[in-house]
């Protein structure tokens, strides 16, 4: 079975600095990781994923997160942040194959300030 | 061209009535799932449709049972509503069950947000 920790349930930040949202898992067997982010009242959109290969991925709006598979993490990072940032974002994981059931965090909550 | 519409959006009705939501999705996917959000923004899916079969059925009270129409559609219905089901429903879809790249990608629906009074 797969968990995800995302370690900070809020982030305060201001405008243009950079941000860190921390995601760590737990697995027995190698994992495939996803971010989406939650905009108010909306739904979820997918941000950016690991599957395979290069562990840096990177979002077409400047996030990228780094899959570390020795301390289990995938932190998600922004070299400087907007206000339309401001958002709930969602670690999740799923194990390759099987049925495709994301294990979602409890979620971070990124607030950008003026 | 919404890809993945959920109606309605807000729902708000008194506890013991019967609700439905529907879902559709134009994105031609197989996979349709509906997951559950608490008030602390806790994210759970509660059931997964594999072309009309259902395939992911997690610990959810009988009294909430999917149906699936065809493959663009997963509908949701609940009996008996309670206070403990306030929460927004989320209707998400992916091209396949498994196999790597872009199946694993999950759309989601805008939610409905559903209060029990």
């Known amino acids: 079975a797969q968990s995800v920790t995302q370690l900070d349930s809020q982030v305060p930040v201001f405008e243009e600095a950079p941000v860190e949202l921390r995601c760590n898992y737990s697995?027995?067997?190698?994992?495939?990781l996803f971010w989406y982010v939650q905009y108010p009242n909306q739904g979820l959109q997918l941000l950016l994923k690991?599957?395979?290969?290069?562990?840096l991925v990177k979002s077409i709006n400047g996030f990228e997160a780094e899959f570390n598979k020795s301390q289990t993490s995938f932190h998600l990072r922004k070299p400087s942040v907007h206000i339309s940032d401001t958002a709930e974002y969602f670690c999740?994981?799923?194990?390759?194959?099987?049925?495709?059931?994301?294990?979602f965090g409890a979620g971070t909550r990124l607030a950008v300030h003026p | 061209d919404t890809a993945v519409s959920q109606t309605p959006k807000y729902l708000v009705t008194q506890m013991g009535n019967d609700k439905s939501i529907k879902c559709e999705q134009n994105?031609?996917?197989?996979?349709m799932y509906w997951y559950k959000q608490d008030s602390k923004k806790f994210l759970k899916i509660m059931f997964s449709?594999?072309?009309?079969?259902?395939?992911i059925n997690e610990t959810v009270p009988n009294r909430f049972s999917p149906k699936s129409p065809d493959k663009a559609h997963l509908n949701l219905h609940i009996n008996s509503l309670e206070l403990g089901d306030s929460a927004v429903y989320f209707c998400?879809?992916?091209?396949?069950?498994?196999?790597?790249?872009?199946?694993?990608?999950?759309?989601f629906g805008p939610g409905t947000r559903l209060l029990v009074l």
């Open positions: 998400a879809s992916s091209q396949g069950l498994a196999g790597g790249g872009y199946q694993e990608t999950q759309y």
């Open positions: 697995s027995s067997v190698s994992v495939y």
């Open positions: 690991y599957l395979s290969g290069s562990t």
């Open positions: 999740a994981v799923k194990a390759p194959g099987g049925y495709n059931k994301l294990i």
């Open positions: 994105l031609g996917h197989d996979t």
């Open positions: 449709y594999n072309n009309k079969e259902l395939i």
